[in-house]
């Protein structure tokens, strides 16, 4: 099993944050007011030098719309985990539309058992 050190977690977090943050068209300013932290909290994780407590990562997740395969596919390595994360990268990249369509061919094979 590879080990993966905090530090590699802590700017790997940092830079999907960022650039989440940026995709949201938010300053780190007016994240730190959503999030309920300080602006320099907010700087120190960006920049991979602070960890991310549980509770402000899923926070940002939700106010970034950031899914849990984005924060830890670079992590993943357990094959049967790599499936799914790749079959779950491809679903997020489809359109709501494509989606439901989806979503409605698994419920039709699921009920075919």
């Known amino acids: 099993m590879n ?26 300013e007016q994240l730190s007011e959503k999030l309920g932290i300080s602006l320099k909290y907010i700087s120190r994780i960006e920049n991979g030098n602070n960890g991310v407590k549980t509770q402000t990562l899923i926070n940002y997740m939700n106010i970034l719309g950031i ?8 992590f993943i390595t357990n094959k049967d985990a790599a499936k799914e994360k790749k079959i ?9 539309e494509k989606k439901d369509f989806i979503n409605s061919m698994i419920d039709l094979v699921r009920n075919l058992d």
């Open 67 to 74: 899914t849990p395969n984005t924060i830890y596919a670079s």
């Open 3 to 28: 080990s993966v050190s905090k530090s590699d977690i802590d700017k790997n977090f940092g830079k999907i944050l960022r650039d989440f943050r940026i995709k949201n068209n938010l300053t780190q």
């Open 88 to 96: 779950s990268m491809k679903f997020s990249s489809l359109s709501d």
